[in-house]
């Protein structure tokens, strides 16, 4: 599929979501918990008709405001790439038919009947990562809203005590009480996932573990195609480095990384007097890594300086995205 055909599925899905009327719709609350692999073991929790009502208002609130943005064509679409900020106006999206790690974590999730019944088990809340709201409305695929969470907001766990008002006076709640906001992270339906809040869609998904399972074999294409003096440095500078594994990863998927020529990079290095140096010539020339400038042969590699048309100033940029021309 190509980027703009990917680009008006998603749009054409986003808009069926959009328009979904969360009140005739069945809703089931889903708890994930990770204690192994990552893979989220997910619970259904039986809910009164009242919190129904309310997680389909959540729901509704916050499917109202991104309607008023499209149809005011101030909500902009992307396809999902790692390394980029979103802004408020934004959505990513991800074709999952391309992300089938993420795809296998809510794998489950299709068939909620089967799923175990959460009954306040221990080492379940421990290990409590996100929650899921699927909504199952009538001719639509199940759609899906999910929201990071975290053990703390078990009263339980937290470092506040509750209490509440009863019979005139205001008693300490024992019992485990679980605290829902109003926010939502990321949507999913028909093989399209979209993003609003970023990082949180990374941790819900454990995007940098899967960054570091395949650390690796970044390097290891970083190596094949990119000369780099001192490498075992610089490889050990990146590994454990979240921020510049996700980085690297970035360069290794980027159309121009197999086609990148010294003289390229020698040029770009002239060109905005860059504090980077080579070592050798010829065929055997290399760029070389200073262990006190770990990010500058990234950000190099990364494309990260530019160039304005319009004002013929340079800059040093820490999120871009590719134009279609």
Not at 52 to 63: A, G, S, W, Y
Not at 117 to 131: G, T
Not at 207 to 223: E, G, N, P, V
Request: proline share 2%; glycine share 2%.
């Amino acid at each position: 599929m190509t980027d703009k055909s990917n680009l008006k599925k998603a749009r054409e899905i986003l808009e069926k979501v959009l328009a979904v009327s969360p009140a005739i719709c069945k809703l089931q609350l889903c708890l994930a918990s990770t204690r192994k692999d990552n893979i989220p073991d997910f619970q259904r929790v039986v809910i009164t008709d009242s919190v129904v009502c309310e997680f389909q208002d959540i729901i509704l609130k916050f499917l109202k405001k991104y309607t008023k943005e499209m149809k005011a064509n101030n909500l902009i679409l992307h396809k999902y790439e790692a390394s980029t900020k979103l802004d408020s106006h934004e959505v990513e999206f991800l074709n999952l038919a391309e992300f089938s790690e993420v795809k296998k974590q809510i794998g489950s999730l299709a068939n909620i009947p089967g799923l175990a019944k959460f009954e306040s088990d221990e080492d379940f809340i421990e290990n409590l990562r996100f929650y899921v709201l699927i909504l199952k409305c009538e001719k639509l695929k199940p759609i899906y809203f999910f929201r990071t969470y975290t053990p703390k907001r078990e009263l339980s766990r937290s470092s506040f005590m509750a209490i509440i008002f009863d019979k005139n006076q205001y008693e300490k709640v024992t019992d485990s009480l679980l605290l829902f906001d109003k926010k939502i992270d990321c949507i999913y339906s028909d093989g399209y996932l979209f993003i609003k809040n970023k990082a949180n869609f990374q941790r819900i998904f454990e995007f940098y573990s899967l960054l570091i399972k395949s650390a690796k074999q970044t390097l290891r294409a970083i190596k094949e195609n990119i000369p780099i003096d001192n490498f075992t440095a610089f490889s050990k500078a990146c590994e454990g480095h979240l921020l510049k594994l996700a980085k690297l990863k970035n360069i290794a998927s980027k159309p121009y990384f197999e086609k990148l020529k010294m003289s390229d990079i020698k040029t770009a290095i002239k060109k905005y007097n860059l504090d980077i140096k080579t070592v050798g010539s010829g065929k055997g020339e290399k760029i070389h890594f200073d262990s006190s400038d770990k990010w500058g042969i990234l950000k190099l590699l990364d494309d990260d300086y530019l160039d304005s048309i319009m004002t013929g100033s340079s800059y040093e940029v820490n999120s871009k995205r590719l134009r279609s021309t």
